[in-house]
Nanobody, 128 residues
Framework: QWPAVESGGGLVQPGGSLRLSCTAS????????IGWFRQDPGKEREGVSC????????NYADSVKGRFTISRDNAQNTVYLQMNNLKPEDTSVYFC?????????????????????WGQGTQVTVSS
């Protein structure tokens, strides 16, 4: 089971901001390129952003470009997703998972298929 834990979600008004965190115990996140994905019930999982193991490469879904920023602090074993100017359509459950191969546009459209990578996630709700 992928041991990462997501946190930082919540209820925010449109135009607001949240910062999500992905941490892990017993696992060095710095060994992996990490992606943030989101999924609503009954819908397919959607790639939001990913970052290379050293932070050198980053990719974003078109829907979040210019609003979301991914970063990582390997010393703190944490990957972040700063979400600004949130919109109601950003409402979803957000997950972090290792990408298939390097961080790339392909990795965002191809989340890892195994159920072991998908835990509780963190709920983000954007509503007035």
């Amino acid at each position: 089971q992928w041991p990462a834990v997501e946190s930082g979600g919540g209820l925010v008004q449109p135009g607001g901001s949240l910062r999500l965190s992905c941490t892990a115990s017993g696992l060095t996140l710095g060994d992996y390129a990490i992606g943030w994905f989101r999924q609503d019930p009954g819908k397919e999982r959607e790639g939001v952003s990913c970052i290379g193991s050293t932070g050198g490469s980053k990719n974003y879904a078109d829907s979040v470009k210019g609003r979301f920023t991914i970063s990582r602090d390997n010393a703190q074993n944490t990957v972040y997703l700063q979400m600004n100017n949130l919109k109601p359509e950003d409402t979803s459950v957000y997950f972090c998972a290792p990408t298939l191969g390097a961080c790339s546009p392909y990795a965002l459209t191809n989340p890892p298929p195994g159920a072991e990578y998908w835990g509780q996630g963190t709920q983000v709700t954007v509503s007035s």
